[in-house]
């Protein structure tokens, strides 16, 4: 089973970084690695340690691990348990005062809960193996979390889109409903490029909220209820109020802003195809249309696509403009005309530039009386007020200029500094690496050296074995050379001492390349071992 092996079933299990050669790992951690860091190991070895409010430091039926399919990667075994109380003892009760006058456990044959009772009355004590389980559980437990998130925002992919009236009803009512809502999207097209609101764009905490991220908290409020109005002019969708509570869209994709924002877009669009083609078709006027052409001046310029003093008979027509599954486009075109929205919808201009009366303020170039003086004092205030117009957007403009460049420049400045940074984390990086590198590589030539030197003092003492063995021989075959019918034996002797000679000259010659100034350029061949019997005896038997 490999390390990751469990991820199929369980969160990414976080992984351990790896023990400096310097650090001797723990006894729980030793065993976390052993056991693969999987759930249950981890479960088993926190049995009896308690966290801050009393209650067991990680409890496989809480949150989140109760969540966890299957539930056997997190909930162990008995003979998980019975396990852990062999390794406690052996590593912290057995060498313990307590210990000394116990007996050591046999769990194999206990109940269930005498075995968990067991290990509540003994949780491991050393603090470097509980700092350990401590610091893992969160690890395991921030991970749950933010796995457990990613598969809920895979979940909400395989949601319902928004269909039918009701998100969009919903979504009207959050701009309409709401005071500080309608006044930011009264000014959502305002740009304000104080020295504060530039330094602050990028500071999610600090910036102010756009219109449509306070539209889709709205949206996704399960307090917020909002009631539709009675329109039975409109469509018979709207003959009665109806309470648009949030279990009505409750399956669907929740309202992100970039989402509320593509939708009210999207219904604007149309909302404005709608109302080009109800005013192009003569329904705007009840379909009623002067023959003669003449325009009365005292009527009042009516807004394009506004409701207010329309015939009755163009109010009621405005349905066959609009497809049966977008009637909420009627309802959006008659709320916004209700508060004054639907010009700020369609199109907004600069303050500073827009005509507030539809012109009118502009004197006519030609004057019905004939006075000529007049007419010439006309022109002359027209082009004075036009003079200060052109003034006035000139001085606009370069303002908002200067201000662009100056954000331009925080922004270069900020990228500046964000490379510089980056910079430094590389090359600092970079010589972390290089250093562990060197590190890694002194290590190996130490272990080398002291590999080299353990096999030097091996073969020193291996050779004067042999030395003495050879004397000894030696020795013998005198003893019994002087002796009658002992020359087998002599022989026999001989031959033994012959491979120790060549044995001893083998170890030598293995010695003199280990030594300094005489290292292996290669590894020697391996010699064929044997248990020591002379080759005369191994071909006798």
């Known amino acids: 089973m490999s390390v990751n092996e469990s991820t199929d079933t369980d969160p990414e299990t976080p992984t351990l970084p790896a023990a400096s050669p310097s650090r001797q790992l723990s006894y729980a951690e030793q065993n976390y690695i052993d056991k693969n860091q999987c759930m249950k190991s981890l479960v088993v070895m926190c049995r009896g340690l308690l966290d801050e409010d009393g209650k067991q430091l990680l409890d496989p039926t809480s949150d989140p691990w109760k969540f966890f399919k299957p539930a056997a990667t997190v909930k162990p075994l008995a003979d998980d348990y019975k396990q852990e109380i062999e390794r406690r003892w052996n590593h912290y009760i057995k060498d313990s005062p307590s210990g000394s006058v116990a007996s050591a456990p046999r769990p194999k044959a206990w109940p269930m809960n005498r075995t968990l009772k067991y290990l509540d009355d003994n949780p491991i004590p050393a603090q470097d193996d509980v700092a350990f389980l401590k610091e893992t559980v969160l690890l395991r437990r921030l991970q749950a979390y933010k796995t457990f998130d990613y598969q809920r925002a895979e979940k909400e992919k395989l949601e319902k889109g928004w269909t039918g009236k009701y998100p969009f009803l919903r979504l009207i009512h959050c701009i309409i409903d709401d005071d500080e809502i309608k006044r930011a999207f009264l000014h959502r097209n305002d740009v ?227 490379r510089m940074q980056e910079r430094e984390d590389r090359e600092r990086d970079r010589d972390d690496r290089k250093r562990e590198r060197e590190d890694r590589e002194r290590e190996r030539e130490e272990r080398e050296k002291n590999r080299i030197h353990e096999r030097v003092l091996h073969l020193e003492a291996t050779i004067e074995r042999l030395k003495d063995r050879r004397r000894r021989l030696e020795v013998e075959i005198h003893q019994h050379g002087q002796k009658k019918g002992s020359k087998v034996l002599v022989d026999l002797l001989t031959e033994q001492l012959m491979e120790l000679k060549q044995e001893t000259k083998d170890r030598e010659e293995e010695l003199s390349k280990l030594k300094p100034g005489g290292l292996l350029k290669s590894p020697p061949g391996r010699r064929r071992r044997h248990n020591g019997t002379p080759p005369s005896a191994r071909r006798m038997n």
């Open 192 to 418: 304000d490029s104080t020295r504060m609101t530039v330094e602050n764009r990028n500071s999610v905490a600090r910036r102010q909220k756009t219109v449509w991220e306070l539209v889709s908290e709205k949206w996704n409020d399960p307090l917020f209820a909002p009631e539709t109005e009675e329109l039975p002019n409109t469509h018979h969708d709207f003959f009665d109020s109806e309470i648009i509570d949030h279990s009505l869209v409750s399956e669907m994709v929740a309202a992100t802003p970039e989402k509320c924002s593509g939708k009210f877009n999207s219904m604007m669009v149309e909302l404005s195809r709608v109302i080009n083609n109800w005013e192009a078709s003569g329904q705007g006027e009840g379909g009623v249309a002067r023959v003669d052409g003449s325009v009365d001046e005292d009527e009042p310029i009516q807004q394009k696509g506004s409701l207010k003093d329309r015939p009755r008979a163009a109010l009621d027509r405005r349905a066959s403009f609009v497809d049966d599954s977008q009637t909420y486009i009627l309802y959006l075109w008659s709320v916004l005309d209700k508060y004054d929205l639907l010009g700020t919808s369609l199109q907004q201009l600069d303050n500073d530039v827009a005509a507030g009366n539809g012109g009118r303020g502009v004197p006519s170039v030609i004057h019905k009386s004939g006075d000529s003086v007049g007419a010439a004092s006309d022109m002359h205030t027209f082009m004075t007020k036009q003079e200060e117009m052109s003034r006035m957007l000139v001085e606009s403009l370069q303002q908002l200029g200067d201000k662009a460049i100056t954000a331009a420049q925080l922004e270069v400045e900020e990228r500046e500094k964000a």
